[in-house]
């Protein structure tokens, strides 16, 4: 297959970053959009089979992983295994811990047979930069550098203060305005297609909504609920983003519930108030958003199937099974052209980040000059 042909990736020089003495260590979306960042990688020279994978198993499409696989890149196996398992009784980020684990052992034992001295990180939900930053060793060893793209992963990365400069996309206004408003609406879609296929009579209109979580995602999907719902509410512990002041009442009260938070939120008495016939959908990443919900009916066989839910009150549907809604295992859910303002803030940062002095430690921002030139072209 081919990969979308991104233009703006010619608008970043990179005269300076030659990757061919570089290993790449990931945990992305496998998806056609990301392939295209993988080949411009390449196109720095970086061979293929120094770039390590690791795909999330909601949102990797198995022709494109078969696809980097063919060019040579080390691709875990389990970017697209789902244990039915999982449901919302665990974490999915233990499942990718262990994979990442293995997964850096590899190329570790690689770059070494190699003699390769540098090392990439492109995370998404930090998990990768806390494995590394436990390995004090390897610090000693290679030249580390990383990019965080999740909001979740820059928490992680500030509360672990790594000793390497990771560049931070996931808070850049690049990301936080640009990106948020595509999220929403690919949200906004899939929350649509859930419910018809869920019940042919739900609608948005008849629905009150509740959003848990009003960051800028949450904002943006809030603001589109109040268009097509009966009513839309936030809940978030900033109570200056929030109309509600009590979870646990706004829970009951809601046919649709969102959850933007990234982490999870739901207790026994939350899990409790959710309502008979009551959607629950994620918006953020991994299914962190409903774990904690109680007594489980049916476990999901695949990543998009939903999951039911029995509480005292009767039966919910947490659909995409506690997932990211947007994600649907297609080649990209947001259209290429739209996403890759995304795609050109994590090559972005990749140069820069390589051009960092490995002295400067932790989250840095993603530079003025390069959030100015992709202004100027989206």
């Not at 290679?142 to 990019?147: E, I, K, T, Y």
């Not at 904002?219 to 109309?243: F, G, I, Q, W």
């Not at 918006?283 to 509480?311: M, P």
């Amino acid at each position: 297959m081919l990969f979308p042909k991104l233009k703006t990736f010619t608008k970043i020089r990179a005269e300076q970053s030659s990757l061919d003495d570089c290993i790449l260590v990931g945990i992305q979306h496998l998806l056609a959009s990301n392939g295209s960042l993988f080949e411009q990688l390449n196109g720095l020279g970086m061979p293929y089979d120094s770039m390590f994978l690791l795909g999330k198993v909601y949102s990797t499409n198995t022709e494109v992983m078969n696809e980097l696989q063919g060019r040579g890149c080390k691709v875990m196996s389990k970017s697209s295994f789902y244990n039915h398992g999982i449901g919302l009784k665990t974490d999915y980020n233990e499942s990718l811990h262990r994979e990442a684990t293995a997964m850096l052992d590899n190329a570790i034992a690689y770059a070494k047979n190699k003699k390769i001295k540098r090392l990439l990180i492109l995370d998404d939900g930090g998990i990768l930069i806390q494995s590394v930053s436990e390995r004090k060793h390897l610090l000693e060893e290679f030249s580390v550098h990383a990019v965080e793209q999740t909001r979740a992963g820059s928490r992680l990365v500030s509360k672990i203060m790594p000793a390497f400069p990771v560049v931070n996309v996931a808070e850049s206004r690049v990301k936080l305005e640009k990106e948020s408003p595509m999220v929403a609406l690919s949200i906004m879609q899939e929350i649509v297609k859930g419910l018809h296929a869920t019940d042919k009579r739900l609608r948005l209109s008849d629905m009150d909504c509740l959003v848990v979580g009003n960051g800028s995602i949450g904002n943006e999907v809030h603001k589109l609920l109040k268009k097509d719902a009966r009513t839309s509410r936030t809940y978030d512990t900033n109570k200056r983003l929030s109309s509600e002041n009590d979870l646990k009442k706004a829970v009951v009260s809601s046919q649709l519930i969102v959850g933007c938070v990234g982490e999870p939120w739901v207790n026994s008495a939350i899990s409790e108030a959710v309502q008979a016939g009551t959607i629950l959908v994620s918006g953020s990443s991994s299914n962190t958003e409903f774990l904690g919900l109680t007594q489980i009916e049916k476990h999901a066989s695949k990543a998009h199937d939903t999951i039911l839910v029995e509480n005292s009150n009767g039966t919910s549907s947490v659909l995409n099974a506690g997932f990211p809604i947007n994600f649907d295992g297609s080649q990209d859910p947001i259209d290429a052209e739209e996403i890759e303002i995304t795609r050109l803030a994590m090559y972005s940062a990749v140069i820069q980040c390589l051009a960092e002095h490995s002295s400067n430690h932790g989250l840095i921002p993603l530079s003025k000059e390069y959030q100015r030139l992709i202004d100027g072209l989206f």
